[in-house]
């Protein structure tokens, strides 16, 4: 704001000593080319004040809606890892790895029902029935993973990709983390801004990059899950939705 302020008093400052020596000072001969002049003048400097104020909106307006792609294919990536532990008790280390599990993986359908029955024992020991109330589950078949989680999408396939990039993919690390002497899963899927943004203002990109705030995405990247605490959550704002 202080940019803009000062932007708007240094140009109404230049017009008016401009005018000034227009009307107090030059051979009216001269006159027309320093109206030229001044014309070229007070475009730039309006094309200055443009910037200043309309940049950083026209910015947030582009980050926010890239950054929305981004996150939402960071989710499909967190949903897949959650399925690779269930399945396999480990995150994926790459995404060559989790694209074959995805191809190959199922979970299997259960279905738990109550039963009861004797127990033999206490009946043999004191001749009297007693019934035993326990569960069953049945398996009732199998389902591939990308189907249960992507239904009839393919997006899984170029979930990895960064959108606005020239083909970059995530960043991803996965391996276990000690906990109190359990080795913990960990993993942490990251994708820098600067991909991201790269055909934006610098200036505006590296103050994106040091922002601090509860109601942006604070550090360098975009981020899921952790490789120092056990966390598959993201480092955005409720403001791009809900974590799940």
Known sequence: MLEIIIYIVVGILIVFGLVKVIDSYLPKKLRPVLSI??????????????????????????????????????????????????????????????????????YVITQRRDTT???????ATYGVDKY?????????????????????????????????????????????????GVNTPVFKVEVPKEWILADQDKDLLNQELQVKSVDGINGESILVGSMEEVSTNGNWPTTYGKQD
């Open 117 to 123: 029955y004797i127990d033999e024992e206490y009946l």
């Open 37 to 106: 002049v001044l014309i070229a003048g007070i475009g730039i400097l309006a094309y200055m004040n443009y910037k200043a104020i309309y940049g950083p909106v026209e910015f947030n307006k582009v980050k926010e809606k890239r950054y929305a792609e981004v996150i939402d294919k960071l989710r499909d990536v967190r949903k897949v890892q959650i399925a690779h532990r269930e399945i396999n008790r480990s995150y994926a280390k790459n995404f060559d790895q989790l694209l074959r599990f995805l191809d190959t993986a199922e």
């Open 132 to 180: 035993i109330e326990d569960y069953v589950v049945d398996t009732l078949g199998y389902k591939l993973v990308k189907d249960s989680l992507f239904g009839n999408s393919n997006r899984y396939k170029t979930m990895m990709e960064v959108p606005y990039t020239d083909g970059k993919h995530m960043k991803m690390q996965a391996g276990l983390l000690d906990i109190k």
